[in-house]
């Protein structure tokens, strides 16, 4: 903090892919061991204590820092890192297995990324809570906020976070994102239609930053697109969702 649906890893190459589960998930890129990159996304669901006081964020940032499912990946997109000191703390315990990590989304704007981009501002009362920890070397990291969003995620700073990483020898790019969530408060604005606003955002990002064909991209995080039933219906948001972002699912 400054001062829920479907939760997924999309993974995206510029031969572009998606993975979703209910709380975490998995997606390896290439077959090749000494290409493959483990990616599992997480929404650790950490509110901010000042709303939700008795909801145990700072003995979860404890519990899951220590629990054998996080470790052994090479990156971690942690969604909903929203209250500060807890969100430090999980990012802390984390240091050892992942000691290359980005901020998180829309808390600050400073040398901590490379750049700043969309519709940042220092004034909403919270801030986008994704971050990405990794293994391996992150060679560029950039923070993206969205456009527009409807009901309370228009008080937030929700983006996107980007990063270059660099395995071996070879550049992956990763990005962690929370999309808009399904909210009455919304009033007339379809949320839906929100989140295809901030999807045109991502593949407009990816477009213009130029990747190599040989480069793979993925995406994760929580989408709050709803996949039940919606594989095999080609109107669905789901489907939609893929498209816009010029995407494929991924094995997993």
């Known amino acids: 903090m400054k001062g829920?649906?479907?939760?997924?890893?999309?993974?995206?190459?510029?031969?572009?892919?998606?993975?979703?589960?209910?709380?975490?998930?998995?997606?390896?890129v290439s077959t090749n061991q000494n290409d493959t990159l483990k990616v599992m996304t997480h929404n650790v669901y950490m509110l901010s204590t000042n709303l939700y006081p008795n909801w145990g964020q700072t003995e979860r940032a404890d519990l899951i820092g220590a629990a054998d499912y996080i470790k052994n990946q090479d990156v971690v997109i942690l969604n909903e890192v929203f209250d500060n000191s807890a969100s430090d703390r999980l990012l802390g315990n984390l240091k050892k297995e992942y000691p290359n990590q980005t901020a998180v989304?829309?808390?600050?704007?400073?040398?901590?990324?490379?750049?700043?981009?969309?519709?940042?501002?220092?004034?909403?009362?919270e801030d986008g809570g994704v971050a990405i920890v990794s293994k391996w070397p992150i060679a560029e990291k950039?923070?993206?906020?969205?456009?527009?969003?409807?009901?309370?995620?228009?008080l937030s700073n929700k983006g996107f976070v980007y990063t270059k990483i660099k395995k071996n020898d070879r550049f992956v790019h990763v990005i962690g994102t929370h999309l808009q969530a399904e909210d009455s408060m919304c009033g007339k604005t379809s949320p839906?239609?929100?989140?295809?606003?901030?999807?045109?955002?991502?593949?407009?990002?990816?477009?213009?930053?130029n990747i190599p064909n040989n480069e793979y991209v993925l995406i994760g995080g929580d989408m709050n697109v709803n996949k039940i039933n919606a594989e095999n219906n080609n109107d669905s948001e789901y489907a939609s969702m893929f498209k816009t972002l010029n995407a494929s699912v991924p094995s997993y």
């Open 4 to 28: 829920k649906l479907l939760k997924g890893v999309l993974s995206l190459g510029v031969g572009l892919g998606a993975l979703y589960s209910g709380t975490s998930a998995q997606a390896e």
């Open 105 to 125: 989304l829309g808390r600050s704007s400073g040398s901590e990324w490379d750049k700043t981009l969309g519709n940042y501002s220092s004034s909403p009362p």
């Open 142 to 154: 950039i923070q993206y906020v969205f456009a527009k969003g409807c009901g309370p995620d228009n």
């Open 192 to 209: 839906a239609s929100v989140r295809t606003n901030q999807l045109k955002e991502i593949q407009d990002f990816i477009k213009n930053k």
